[in-house]
């Protein structure tokens, strides 16, 4: 379907794409599903769109209020715009370290930006939005890291999409983030076929995060139930970065920094197999990115400044 | 085995300031075991009470989350790197 009332009915149904290129085994075949072609570019208007939905149906959302989130961007992104068209303020709760372009899109799109120290990381967004809701409850707080909907997106969207395109897959490889994607494709994936191994891939966010000052202070997204997962592994700056790169010369993709992890734990799931197909789920695309050097400065320069500004 | 354990900033303190720690063991709880005794102030930090990992600590045996090994009876080969980071909010 190719024509819409409005710009909410093109989120989702995003194309899956072959970078077998990057394959270390020709028998092993991987796909990657580019989520940055959703029009707030990136997998979060999935979720921003079924929170609301939901929040509305349930009658605790109504037209006028003021919807309050944190997110380190794309999340607020896709509320920006669901926000815009269903008649709904939004303030965005944001560490001050994130790529300019994420706070130029949420002005763009007239959602409130309140920046939360950097070096507290997303743990920092999260206190600060809590604190604000609580001082002012008419604030509809509709917290990714807990809210159902997330995963539900993703069970009811991206899952079914993968699987109608890809049935034959062996591994699915997800950034964790707030664990949405993967809960929700995991589930889903799992119940067609239990043997489907759900991989989750993260940046080392724990090392960023200077300003925690005990492990009590840690937080675990309420929605992320670690039964689904297969494995975790890390994946360094350095390497996404390496790997990002590939995937635009190699396959033609311009993805977002944290899309380098996911190729990253994607290719070592392949190199497991002996044939096979590997999907992966590409965050977004590489707009919002360019003032990070990721693909013209020097490598060690660029994973420096990921240990400082928040790509993730 | 002899292996080097990686501690995050908050850590550090209860291990002289030291970013990075060689340790021994041949699987992560004895690796574990090892640090606690130099490093008495550790202890509450990796294991709890009942002899798990803690809560809010996520432990790597060469990138690789523990908890989908063998948790702390995950074997460990000399020269591997263990990477202990908090658990934090991603997304």
């Known amino acids: 379907m190719t024509r819409h009332e409005t710009i909410l009915g093109v989120i989702g149904d995003t194309p899956l794409v072959g970078i077998h290129a990057l394959s270390p085994n020709p028998d092993v075949r991987i796909y990657a599903k580019l989520e940055g072609q959703n029009p707030g570019g990136s997998s979060k208007d999935r979720i921003a769109l079924t929170m609301i939905d939901l929040a509305e149906r349930e009658g ?8 309050l989130e944190p997110s380190s961007g794309n999340t607020g992104i896709g509320l920006a715009l669901v926000a815009k068209l269903r008649g709904y303020r939004l303030r965005v709760v944001m560490p001050e370290n994130v790529s300019i372009e994420r706070r130029q899109l949420l002005e763009i799109f007239g959602a409130e930006v309140i920046a939360s120290p950097g070096e507290e990381g997303s743990n920092g967004a999260i206190r600060l939005a809590e604190k604000l809701s609580a001082d002012e409850p008419s604030l509809k707080l ?21 699987w109608r395109d890809c049935p034959e897959l062996d591994v699915f490889v997800a950034g ?9 494709v995991g589930r889903f994936l799992k119940e067609q076929n239990p043997a489907v191994k759900v991989v989750a891939v993260e940046p080392p966010a724990g090392e960023l995060i200077a300003a925690l000052r005990s492990l009590d202070d840690g937080f675990i997204p309420p929605i992320f139930d670690p039964a689904v997962l297969d494995g975790k592994s890390i994946v360094r700056a350095r390497e996404s970065v390496e790997w990002l790169r590939r995937l635009l010369d190699e396959c033609g993709i311009f993805a977002g920094v944290s899309s380098g992890a996911a190729v990253a734990g994607a290719v070592k799931e392949a190199e497991k197999l002996e044939s ?16 990070s050097g990721a693909w013209t400065d020097d490598l060690d320069v660029v994973a420096d400044r990921a240990t400082k500004i928040n790509y993730w | 085995m002899a292996v080097e354990v990686k501690l995050p900033t908050l ?46 600590v996520n432990v790597y045996r060469n990138d690789d989350d523990i908890r989908y090994l063998e948790a702390l009876d995950t074997k460990v080969a000399d020269g591997d790197v263990i990477s202990i980071l908090p658990a934090v909010a991603g997304g």
């Open chain 1, 142 to 162: 509709l917290f990714q890291y807990g809210n159902p909907a997330n995963p539900l997106a993703h069970y009811e969207g991206t899952g079914p999409e993968i």
């Open chain 1, 176 to 184: 964790l983030g707030t664990s949405g994607t993967l809960m929700g």
């Open chain 1, 276 to 291: 096979g197909t590997v999907v992966t789920l590409l965050p977004d695309g590489g707009w919002k990115y360019l003032s």
């Open chain 2, 11 to 56: 850590l550090r303190v209860h291990a002289g300031g030291a970013a990075s720690v060689d340790a021994e063991g041949s699987t992560i709880g004895e690796v574990f075991s090892d640090l606690t005794a130099r490093f008495p102030a550790l202890k509450g930090n990796l294991v709890d009470d009942g002899g798990s990992l803690h809560k809010f």
């Open chain 1, 60 to 67: 605790t959302l109504a037209r006028g209020d003021t919807i």
